[in-house]
């Protein structure tokens, strides 16, 4: 394995996030805020290296300290996706944000 | 604070000095400021497509899976997916934007092409379609995901930026140049002083030489 070779890996309840098993994605399964921070902790400290880690918005919700401490590091990227129940919006909400931060104003 | 400066020309120097950095750093900051927003905003609105995207077709596979878990028992659903045919790796290299370092991925997928690592007798065709979506979205996924990240981080740098240019121009320049003025007002007034008093000597010498009233 080289060194420059990183991995996938995805977070969320269990029934959105094994079918992401298929495309080889290292899936972690997380049904309440503590086990993702568990999870979360975990993947970053893990041996092989994570480049990008998604969770699922119903998850995040519930661990926004979390969520934007990883805002800041470039690596690994953490990317909110709509699980099983569909989007929260929590995706483009921070899409929002940053666009707030970074202007000063209301973009969209 | 204008008090607690030392009204002498040596000071004087030392903050035109500083000024004069100061005004350069906030016209530099400024393009700065500037060229970093100009591509954030376009950017971000790649960001904001690709995600409406992303998360529809997502939504489209969830509720193809959604359909396979109700038909297939949850055992043989996970059965299924349990031991995957592909590894996906991602080489990771970085890229120097305006100062900021963003990450980019390069994609790879170990494994052959067929994207289901079962076999049709014990699944539902919905899953196939489940999976097929997923791999289908997924490279719309990992560009998000770069794309996404290089926004939170530009944004980081533009509102560092953007404070600094603020400061600058808000707080020490206004403040270097009310100092400055203020020496220079000393300055001025001692001189005046010193003349008035080089004056008044001069007329009480020439008082005493030609011993007038």
Redesign the interface.
């Known amino acids: 394995m080289k060194p420059s070779d990183y991995k996938i890996a995805i977070l969320g309840d269990k029934d959105s996030v094994t079918a992401f098993k298929a495309l080889g994605l290292h899936c972690v399964a997380a049904e309440n805020a503590q086990e993702a921070k568990r999870e979360l902790r975990a993947l970053s400290a893990a041996e092989e290296k994570f480049a990008i880690i998604y969770i699922t918005e119903q998850l995040a919700q519930d661990i926004p300290e979390e969520v934007a401490a990883y805002r800041e590091i470039a690596v690994p990227a953490l990317i909110l996706i709509p699980s099983k129940a569909g989007s929260l919006g929590l995706g483009s909400a921070a899409l929002t944000q940053s666009a707030e931060r970074a202007a000063g104003v209301k973009l969209f | 604070m204008a008090t607690a400066i030392k009204p002498t020309r040596m000071e004087l120097n030392r903050l035109r000095a500083r000024l004069k950095t100061a005004v350069r750093g906030h016209s530099l900051l400024k393009d700065k400021r500037d060229e ?2 100009r591509r ?1 905003m376009l950017i ?1 609105k790649e ?2 497509s690709l ?2 995207k ?2 529809e077709r ?2 489209g ?2 509720a193809s ?2 359909l396979a ?1 109700a038909i297939m028992s949850p055992e043989m ?2 059965q299924a ?2 031991y ?11 890229r120097n934007l305006m100062g900021v ?3 980019e ?1 390069e994609f ?4 052959n092409g067929d ?3 079962y076999g049709y007798a014990m699944t539902s065709g919905e ?1 196939d379609d ?2 097929v979506e ?2 289908n979205t ?1 490279t719309d ?2 560009e ?3 794309v ?2 290089t ?6 740098e ?2 560092k930026t ?1 404070r600094r240019v603020n400061a600058l121009e808000y707080v020490m320049i206004p403040e270097l140049q009310t100092n400055i003025k203020y020496i220079r007002m000393k300055l001025e007034e001692n001189e005046r002083g010193n003349i008035t008093r080089l004056m008044k000597v001069k007329d009480a010498i020439l008082a005493e030489a030609h011993s007038f009233s």
């Open positions: 970093l927003m954030f971000v960001n904001k995600r409406e992303v998360e997502l939504a596979a969830m899976l959604s878990s659903l996970e997916l349990l995957p045919k592909r590894r996906v790796s991602v080489g990771l290299t970085y370092t963003v990450p991925y790879h997928t170990e494994g994207a289901l690592p899953l489940a999976i997923l791999t997924f996924m990992l998000l995901a770069r996404e990240k926004v939170q981080l530009l944004a980081g533009i509102e953007r």
